[in-house]
């Protein structure tokens, strides 16, 4: 079973500039979320996808957009990037809407300077 | 307003002895905690996990407890080994409008077990 994977790996981008991140989820899995985690702290819920469409928001701003694809792999793309943007981002897959267990790609870090 | 309290950034152990890790919570609606693990340069990975309906779960070394009332859980890991050192965040779930079970996180604890 492949689990979670991300890319790229590792990003550096200039303030204003634009980035997407990718992620194919878990075998199986068809609902997908992307998290924030800023240096010293928890991982923070962006949004969630299940069937191609966003189900659910977090406190981010409407410059972080978001796609699910047939494959129910992923895309989040984040406009206008600020220097407080620069986190690790996290994609966590899981079996459908109705579990709560979320697995977890390796991250992508993102640098904006 | 941090709703996944956990106040100690780091724990130190023995290698053979209990590690316990605590979580606070401060909304009622969560109605299912869960624990990660993550090494450096790896996302988190799912460890167990239990709903609001119980107060015990265990899985092989690892029990988690729930106390409801006090909206406390822990982590007990017996016996502690070297290889359980890394970063253990507390994630609590609950239905939120459309974002279903979306995780709401703790700021993680740093366990070192010391051979």
């Known amino acids: 079973e492949t689990g979670v994977t991300q890319s790229p790996t590792h990003l550096i981008k200039t303030r204003g500039q634009q980035v997407t991140l990718r992620c194919s989820s878990q075998?199986?899995?068809?609902?997908v979320s992307w998290y924030q985690q800023a240096l010293g702290q928890g991982p923070q819920f962006i949004f969630q996808?299940?069937?191609?469409?966003?189900?659910g928001r977090g406190n981010f701003p409407p410059r972080f957009s978001g796609l699910q694809f047939p494959n129910y792999s992923s895309e989040l793309n984040v406009n206008a990037l600020e220097l407080d943007d620069s986190a690790l981002y996290l994609c966590?897959?899981?079996?459908?809407?109705?579990?709560?267990?979320?697995?977890f790609g390796p991250g992508t870090r993102l640098t904006v300077l | 307003d941090q709703q996944v309290k956990q106040n100690s950034p780091s724990l130190s152990v023995q290698e053979g002895r209990i590690s316990i890790l605590n979580c606070d919570y401060t909304?009622?609606?969560?109605?299912?905690f869960l624990w990660y693990k993550k090494y450096p340069a790896e996302g988190p990975t799912f460890l167990i996990s239990?709903?609001?309906?119980?107060d015990k779960n265990e899985d092989g070394r690892f029990t988690v407890f729930l106390n409801k009332s006090a909206k406390h859980l822990s982590l007990h890991i017996v016996p502690s080994q070297p290889g359980d050192s890394a970063v253990y965040f507390c994630?609590?779930?609950?239905?939120?409008?459309?974002?279903?079970?979306?995780?709401?996180f703790g700021k993680g604890t740093l366990l070192t077990v010391n051979p």
């Open positions: 966590a897959s899981r079996k459908d809407s109705g579990r709560h267990e979320q697995f």
């Open positions: 909304n009622s609606m969560f109605d299912y």
């Open positions: 239990i709903s609001s309906i119980k």
């Open positions: 996808y299940y069937r191609e469409e966003e189900n």
């Open positions: 075998s199986g899995h068809n609902t």
């Open positions: 994630a609590a779930s609950a239905r939120s409008g459309g974002s279903n079970y979306k995780l709401t």
